[in-house]
Structure formats: structure tokens, C-alpha cells
């Protein structure tokens, strides 16, 4: 029988937000006005203390850094919810990218990982034309 676990981290700037606890109600918020785009998870919650027990697993807000986490090992294992949070703050960061670091291990293929950057409409930023871009070092 095989295994597979997933881990991801997103980080990005944000601005107009106290702590993770507003974070949390505006995003409450958001999505009383927003029910299509909930993820089934939130979507479910039968009060705002649910809700928020949900996301405090997968939010926190230090020094207007935002940081959403998944580990498919932990509480805050859904995917569908850490997609849903990095594409909405994709759209309102203050920051110009999102980072988004990733690693899976496959008991049968083993580890797997990358890191990921996405602009404010939520595109990924294709670093490696980036990269290949850039003028030729002569060192």
C-alpha cells in the first residue's frame, strides 16, 4: 500500500489587517456575500467559531506577513481551502508575488518539491523565463 503526504507554504504582504483574527472575519465576511467560491469545508461550518476554528489551522498574520499552510498530516489538511485562501490574497496582497513552497512524498516515487510565485491576478510567474532573460554574467 502506498502513501502520500503534501506539506505546502504561501507567504505574501498584506495590509488593512490586524491579526489573524480579523484576517479571519473578513474573510467571513467575504465569503457570506461570495458562497460559490467557499470551499465545501467552510462552506459547511455552522457558526463563526466553526469557521474560524477551521482557518486559524491554515492563517496567520505577524508584521503584515501573511502565512497559509497545508499539511495533508495535519488539521489543516484540505487542499481545496489552502488553494481557495492563496487565490483570494493573491488578488489583495500588498506584496508584488505570493511564494509558494511545496514538497510531497510518495511512499512509492519519494519526494517531490518546488517553489512556486504568483502575481496579483494570480497567474504564476514563469521565473525560469525570468531567469533566462537576464543578460549573460561574465563571471
Known amino acids: 500500500m502506498s502513501y502520500t503526504q503534501h506539506a505546502a507554504t504561501a507567504t505574501c504582504q498584506i495590509t488593512n489587517v490586524i491579526d489573524t483574527s480579523d484576517l479571519i472575519s473578513q474573510v467571513y465576511d467575504y465569503l457570506t456575500n ?8 467552510l462552506l459547511n461550518c455552522d457558526s463563526f467559531d ?9 492563517v496567520s498574520v505577524a508584521d503584515n506577513t501573511l502565512t497559509i499552510n497545508m499539511d495533508t498530516e495535519e488539521s489543516n489538511s484540505d487542499g481545496e481551502v489552502f488553494d481557495f485562501l492563496t487565490d483570494h490574497y493573491a488578488h489583495l496582497m500588498s506584496s508584488d508575488f505570493m511564494k509558494v ?3 510531497s512524498y510518495d511512499s512509492r516515487s519519494g519526494l517531490s518539491a518546488d517553489c512556486t510565485y504568483y502575481d496579483k491576478q494570480g497567474e504564476m510567474i514563469d521565473v525560469e523565463k525570468l531567469l533566462k532573460s537576464q543578460p549573460k554574467s561574465t563571471i
Open 34 to 41: 461570495h458562497e460559490s467560491e467557499a470551499p465545501t469545508d
Open 50 to 58: 466553526e469557521f474560524s476554528d477551521i482557518l486559524e489551522a491554515y
Open 101 to 103: 513552497v511545496w514538497v
